[in-house]
């Protein structure tokens, strides 16, 4: 029985207590079907997933400083379903992925050899000559047990020590065998994937042989999903020591981390990613029509949304359904202009905006799903169903033509352009859902400034759809995101996305549940969330491997 029609059921049953004899009342049911609790899942499959490109290069800086974190130069990502940690998990790498992780490993392994400080940090201590190999093997312990986020055995220890011995004795140098090994344990599969394979869970239920991740793979997966990073020594040596064994431990070791700086510019890159605000410097736009939109306004409508998200969720640690309705957003001399604002100087202050709510109406956005010359309504109402809301617009039939009819020269709204849409059946299904909420943003044009007419002809943005309601403009429909348990949920499913780098499943569903409640009894705020997310059955159990 669903959940809401036994809670209907159960009250029903409260309100006739006391009328009437045993043999006209009502019977609960006899056999009532038991809430699911959040630890009864069938969790996704275990399995291993590469780092991406952040996750790399973060994790070279806990291992050896900022200069060789600058030499490294991992393959870019690709994103599967919105998000790179997906791509990570179902993409396998290519040849020239493997040649350019190589050519990673030696540019990292140089800039440690020129750098005191890197070499000092991974070399504890004080070769007798060339091919020590003592000394060597406490490099490799030391060095291989963070970068490979666990106690290493015996045989892997001696084989990057038998690197070290043979770049030793070629080069004539002790620093060419540490070269050697920071090379070798940089290309290893140990190094490169999240290994979350799991050991059985002795708490299962009968018949779902799922399986809980080992305290060091917990240990990666909180560290790669809040910092996007390795797990530094601390944290491993809390695993090793039993540290994460609970759901108390693990909220206190989420939230310990998610007050170091690096959650905040993870979250940042993650916000980035989701609201396609990452590549700002590569919008086209036309020049004689858009003389002001430089790459200085570019990067300043990049930096805005940033400082924007950045308010809600740290600074203040507000209710994140601010993030659609926020009445408030930052400017400097670059982006002010798209305001109405004489702003001057480089420094971006927060200001007060009266005609725009949220996300929705910011620059990055509507500069984001527009054309070089032209808005595009359809972009625009597609991210809100897709993104906002986790929705499904399938693509268009292949024999629909994705294009407006030619220009006649006569002047037209971007609504008359697009009634096509509206006539046309093989378009209206799905048109008819993302066309409207893109129309409510009409009075922001390709740029995101905002305008009164559309050709010189009034502008209607007055509109209605299923999944968010009816609307007299864009001002309308943050208010109407924020009251959408769709659009909370779909917050919470994305993060998760992130955590674990798989789309939820149905067997996850009543712990993502529980998430969801939480996230709301708690106000809505993300850095909760992200606490709530790590606590999860699950965030650290995965099913058998596939």
């Not at 029903?12 to 609790?37: H, Q």
Request: net charge negative.
């Amino acid at each position: 029985m669903p959940k809401l029609l036994r809670s209907f059921a159960f009250l029903l049953v409260l309100a006739n207590a006391g009328c009437g004899d045993d043999e006209t009342r009502p019977n609960p049911d006899p056999d009532p079907e038991p809430e699911p609790r959040p630890s009864d899942i069938t969790p996704a499959p275990a399995g291993i997933r590469r780092l991406t490109a952040g996750q790399y290069v973060g994790s070279v800086r806990v291992l050896f400083g900022d200069a060789a974190a600058d030499a490294a130069l991992p393959p870019d990502d690709a994103a599967s379903l919105g998000l790179k940690a997906i791509g990570a998990s179902e993409y396998s790498l290519a040849p020239a992925d493997v040649e350019t992780y190589e050519l990673s490993a030696r540019r990292v392994a140089d800039a440690v050899l020129a750098d005191p400080a890197a070499y000092a940090k991974i070399v504890p201590c004080t070769p007798t000559g060339p091919a020590d190999s003592a000394c060597f093997t406490q490099v490799a312990q030391g060095l291989g047990r963070v970068a490979w986020r666990r106690t290493l055995d015996p045989v892997e220890v001696t084989t990057l020590v038998g690197a070290a011995t043979t770049a030793s004795s070629s080069y004539g140098s002790f620093e060419a065998g540490v070269g050697a090994i920071v090379s070798a344990t940089l290309q290893a599969p140990d190094f490169l994937y999240q290994i979350e394979l799991g050991e059985p869970d002795p708490d299962g239920p009968e018949g779902n042989p799922r399986r809980r991740l080992k305290q060091t793979e917990l240990a990666s997966r909180l560290s790669f999903f809040l910092l996007g990073q390795t797990p530094d020594k601390a944290l491993l040596d809390r695993a090793e020591a039993n540290g994460l064994a609970d759901d108390t431990a693990i909220r206190q070791a989420a939230a310990e981390l998610i007050q170091r700086p690096e959650a905040k510019e993870v979250l940042s890159a993650f916000y980035a990613e989701v609201f396609e605000f990452d590549d700002t410097a590569s919008l086209q736009k036309d020049p004689a029509k858009f003389p002001l939109f430089t790459d200085a306004t570019r990067a300043a409508v990049a930096e805005e949304t940033r400082l924007f998200l950045e308010d809600i969720v740290w600074t203040r640690n507000a209710d994140a359904r601010e993030i659609f309705d926020g009445q408030f957003t930052y400017v400097n001399e670059d982006n002010a202009w798209l305001y109405g604002l004489n702003v001057s100087g480089a420094a971006f202050q927060r200001v007060e905006v009266a005609n725009r709510r949220g996300i929705l109406t910011q620059p990055s956005f509507l500069a984001k799903h527009a054309h070089p010359v032209y808005t595009s309504p359809t972009r625009r109402g597609m991210f809100i169903i897709t993104t906002l809301l986790c929705g499904a617009v399938p693509p268009p039939p292949p024999d629909v033509v994705p294009t407006l009819p030619p220009d006649d020269g006569t002047p037209k709204t971007m609504r008359q352009r697009l009634e096509q849409h509206a006539t046309n059946e093989s378009c209206s299904a799905c048109h008819g859902r993302t066309d409207p909420p893109g129309l409510s943003m009409e009075h922001f044009d390709s740029v995101g400034a905002f305008r009164e007419t559309d050709q010189g002809l009034t502008i209607d943005t007055a509109g209605s759809t299923p999944e968010i309601g009816t609307f007299a403009s864009v001002a309308d429909i943050g208010p109407l995101l924020r009251e959408n348990p769709k659009a909370t949920t779909c917050m919470a499913r994305f993060l998760f996305r992130q955590s674990t780098g798989h789309l939820e499943t149905a067997g996850e569903a009543p712990a993502l549940e529980a998430i969801d409640e939480a996230f709301a009894a708690g106000g809505y705020k993300v850095q909760q969330l992200m606490v709530e997310i790590a606590a999860s059955p699950a965030f650290r159990l995965v099913g058998e491997p596939k």
